[in-house]
């Protein structure tokens, strides 16, 4: 892209990030169905090693950190099923990735009212 | 000729369907961005549209990275939900209207937009919430739809420009249908929003204002950015606003202007300041 | 900046395949088909061109009616060739080219055209076989690729024009790649042929030698008729010369022109017209 | 499409025939597998009826006549895998579906390069 602008704290999900990614994502693409998020909660290594994952994805799979996941070439939409398997919902996420409790994420948020 | 009535748009979050299920309607945190739907609901029941065409985002239901289109058409006799792997309800199945599908296709092909047509395509909460949102009382709307994902998923997405052709080829074509039933253009997507990174939780009202005045009186506003200017604008996922650029492109094709029903802009839902507009074409 | 040095075209048939597996490329059926690729045979040993642009069609292997797409940019590491359910040997895997195929599609969608990227693409015998027509001696073509594929299963597929300005659009990404590789663009499908229907075995040499000359020296020639038009004069495989039409126009982009170095065309080979073309571009 | 052509012995594969045919052409492409074509040659009825084919598609399937799955909403280039089942080549089917010998058929198109 011509377009050349850096967002900080934003990774947009362009070809290099789909390339370093695709099987993390593939894996977090397989969740949409029931029996795979269960063979996944039953053996995570094993599952992972099924997709193909490299160690910085699983490494970051295991400590369940977005910004790790990211950072490992996860798409947020996908990712989004992974996070699902564990009931965070996205102030959840939000909340770990900003380093704030959840409380003050909403708050946070519900600020921008006042804006 | 079919005639193109108006266009509606609203944020999605699968949060709603959440709320949705559980009745939480009348809870304080969803009271007020439920209620902004009233007008729209008696709107909707004075014009009765028969065809919606869906302006929506896939969200890794339908599609993954092996085949990531730009622009994707449904040509299915029915649309049907499923599950999106996060505890969201599924919604029942939408029937499709094919005639207007591959009429569409064949002016969208025509017309040179390189589209994708899908006969089979699993429509998730983005198609499947504003249905349940602008028609509450009802197990199925009673409408049939044609949907058209956008790609807001992998970068390069097409830039606003060309999502603002797109929409107005697609108002040229609903028009050129030969049919006498009355067909609404829907957005599902926006506003601001970041769900991912260090930025995560980011919204810019001042811009949403902006962009939903656009909307009534300027629409081609929004296609002077890059999609990574509206991005360092209306976060990640605010790029969803291509929904609605679609949508008014579309209603530019028809009649001699729009008349705004009603707008209702709340935050927050979720992480997510949503907005809701719903637009008449004047004869 | 890479330098695009020219083209190449070739018929596909799923017959060449079982006769390179058996070697009967002497027999008097083959001959004059196989023998007709080797003028090219040594102007590739002296160009040595690094990359290939292959345009191609799928036949039903890869891609299906639930998500058919227009235009399909592969962007894999390694395509692999797999069964396609009629008995052609399996073909070894070839190399992606990431880098161009990012490029191509950061342009590509820069200048709205509505690709389907594919981060994994499995590939036929339209895009396996060139390679061992061009490199017979070689297991593997001692190139890398990037496959884009273009809709010839279900109407309305592109039109001649759209396929026309895709080739340019191609031919410009791939001068702006910033590479000091050398790259060629390749057409695999026609000439004029009809598997089914009452019509079954048409052909039209005279069409196709007017095709043929245009290639050389007037491209937008078969521009001027639609789709079904060229189904009319070409049948209804005949629209595989749709591949040829890009190829040709990406180098419409490069230096001051083109030099034919070879043409053959003979017919029958199974129920086609087979039709071979090397271009070199002029500085 | 506007061009509006009509082109004897030829159906253009259009919206029309897409929609009759995807039942039937689903089916065809699944033969891109050898374990789905075993399936279908060791029972083409259940084959058939798993892939929700109509009457009409069915005795198309059963009488091997390409005229006939094409009017049923077939695809040439996905029916081509059902013909590959049995070891059909493009000029067994040209011959059958122009009504000729096969020896006919050929003589047919080596008389082209005469045109
Ligand atoms: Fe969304
Ligand atoms: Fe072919």
């Not at chain 1, 053996?43 to 994952?53: F, H, I, N, R, V």
């Not at chain 1, 977005?66 to 996070?83: D, P, R, S, T």
Request: with cysteine; glycine share 8%.
């Amino acid at each position: 892209m011509s377009q050349k602008i850096t967002i900080p704290g934003t990774t947009p999900f362009d070809g290099a990030e789909a390339m370093k990614g695709y099987a993390l994502n593939k894996m977090c693409f397989s969740f949409n169905h029931q029996a795979n998020r269960d063979a996944f909660v039953a053996d995570p290594e094993a599952y992972m090693s099924q997709y193909g994952l490299n160690e910085q994805q699983k490494a970051a799979i295991r400590s369940k950190q977005v910004l790790e996941l990211i950072a490992a070439g996860g798409n947020a939409y996908y990712l989004a099923k992974f996070a699902g398997i564990f009931g965070l919902d996205m102030q959840d996420i939000g909340a770990q990735q900003t380093g704030m409790s959840k409380e003050a994420f909403m708050a946070k948020l519900a600020a921008y009212a006042q804006q | 000729m079919a005639q193109l009535i108006g266009g509606l748009a609203t944020s999605h979050i699968p949060a709603i369907g959440k709320a949705l299920a559980k009745g939480l309607q009348q809870e304080p945190y969803w009271k007020p961005f439920f209620d902004g739907f009233a007008p729209v609901h008696q709107w909707l029941g004075e014009v009765k549209p028969d065809v919606l065409v869906i302006f929506y985002n896939d969200h890794g239901l339908n599609f993954f990275l092996d085949k990531m289109p730009t622009f994707a058409v449904g040509a299915a006799a029915e649309y049907h939900n499923a599950d999106e792997g996060w505890g969201i309800p599924q919604l029942p199945s939408t029937a499709g209207e094919l005639g207007l599908s591959w009429h569409l296709i064949n002016q969208l092909i025509a017309d040179e937009f390189d589209i994708v047509t899908c006969q089979e395509m699993l429509v998730d909460h983005a198609c499947t919430l504003p249905l349940k949102l602008f028609w509450p009382g009802h197990e199925v709307a009673p409408v049939q739809i044609v949907p058209i994902n956008i790609n807001t998923v992998q970068f390069p997405l097409p830039t606003a420009k060309r999502v603002y052709k797109l929409g107005q080829a697609v108002g040229r074509a609903i028009q050129s249908w030969d049919s006498d039933k009355k067909v609404m253009v829907l957005a599902s997507g926006g506003l601001s929003h970041q769900l991912e990174g260090e930025r995560a939780g980011h919204i810019n009202s001042q811009f949403d204002k902006q962009f939903l005045q656009s909307m009534v009186s300027n629409p081609e506003w929004v296609t002077q950015f890059s999609d990574l200017e509206i991005v360092e604008k209306a976060g990640t996922q605010g790029v969803e606003l291509l929904m609605w650029l679609a949508m008014r492109a579309a209603l530019t094709t028809a009649g001699s202007g729009v008349r705004q029903v009603h707008s209702n802009y709340y935050l927050p839902i979720s992480n997510t300041a949503t907005g809701l507009l719903a637009l008449e074409t004047l004869a």
